[in-house]
């Protein structure tokens, strides 16, 4: 504590308001850098799709975690056309501005979850579109993947984890996948339990690997640099 004029020694052992502001700002500070920055990415601008309710259950699950900070980002918010950039990503010559803000967005966050139906056996067209805006964002980090539709969507989260193998993105085991049979009802998710369970195993990976990836990025943006 500072010792101003004025102040005892006892009113120095008891911080002031600034003081007070600027302990907590640092706490805040700290435990954000701490906790691991998760995006979860819904996989379709269907209109009506069921899409958001899996995506809202996704993000519960991770309220209150004092290790990850969560955010839903929607690439439907980026008005992207169907890809209009010139130069293919890995360049990171973006020319649009839809295209810079989609991927500084990206480059927000330690770890994604991309949360998907099956459209003919695999990812929505508007998924993959969004996808190949970008590169670099998506470099050295870590990613799961939850899954639904009539099959439960594996087949579309595998095509998910061979275009993600591109971005260098480790994606790890576990996944969640949901039947439209089982885990709706009356067009409303209901997870079963058993479905669901593979969730918890999938986070605690992408927390061990997400902090594990902080330090090969470091790695790789000091060799960048150099
Ligand atoms: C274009 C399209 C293709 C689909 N193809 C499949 C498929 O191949 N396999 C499957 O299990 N379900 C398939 N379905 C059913 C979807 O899994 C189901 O409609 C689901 O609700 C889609 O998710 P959404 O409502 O979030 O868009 C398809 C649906 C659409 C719209």
Known sequence: MLFERGRTAVDCCVPNAQEQNYLTLHLAIEQRTDMLNIAIIPGTSRPQALNPQVVAWAKDQLAG????????????EFNLPLLDEVIPAGANMYQNDHTKAWGAKLN???????????????????????????????????????NYGADKGVRAAEHLR??????????????ASFSLFTDFADGVFTPTEVSAAPFASMVADIVSWGEALKSVREASAEVQAA
Not at 118 to 144: M, R, T
Not at 162 to 175: G, M
């Open 108 to 146: 927000e966050f330690d770890a994604f979850i991309f949360v998907t139906p099956e459209y003919n056996h695999s990812i929505s067209g508007s998924l993959k579109n969004a996808l190949d805006f970008v590169a670099a964002e998506f470099n050295h980090k870590v990613a799961g993947i939850v």
């Open 65 to 76: 975690r004092e290790d990850v900070r969560a955010e839903v980002v929607d690439f439907g």
């Open 162 to 175: 061979h275009i993600l193998a591109n971005y260098k993105l480790a994606v790890v085991r576990d996944q």
